[in-house]
């Protein structure tokens, strides 16, 4: 992974962000950091990408959390799901 991850103050600015709880706060810029396109690129929005919870666990995030991080960040209109992995998927 590069050696950070950029926010636009359009995301920090926001009132979804500010209403996000914690986990989901902590996971955003690892999603965000995912797609490997530059921020102007209209592509960007359209990347799909795989995050796993092995990976969520190295980042510090529970199986439990992490589901629950998913789920706030869907609600909250940041990602969108494509599929489910592993078991369900």
């Known amino acids: 992974m590069p050696p950070f991850v950029a926010t636009t103050y359009e995301?920090?600015?926001?009132?979804?962000?500010?209403?996000?709880?914690?986990?989901a706060t902590k996971a955003l810029p690892?999603?965000?950091g995912k797609v490997k396109l530059p921020?102007?690129?209209?592509?960007?929005?359209?990347?799909?990408?795989?995050?796993?919870?092995?990976?969520?666990?190295?980042?510090g995030l529970a199986g439990g959390t992490f589901a629950r991080a998913i789920d706030d960040l869907i609600n909250f209109?940041?990602?969108?799901?494509?599929?489910?992995?592993?078991l369900r998927g």
């Open 30 to 32: 690892v999603f965000l």
């Open 77 to 86: 209109g940041f990602i969108v799901m494509a599929e489910h992995g592993g």
């Open 11 to 23: 995301i920090l600015n926001s009132r979804a962000y500010a209403d996000l709880p914690a986990s």
């Open 39 to 59: 921020w102007n690129d209209p592509e960007r929005n359209l990347r799909e990408f795989n995050f796993t919870y092995p990976e969520a666990k190295r980042y």
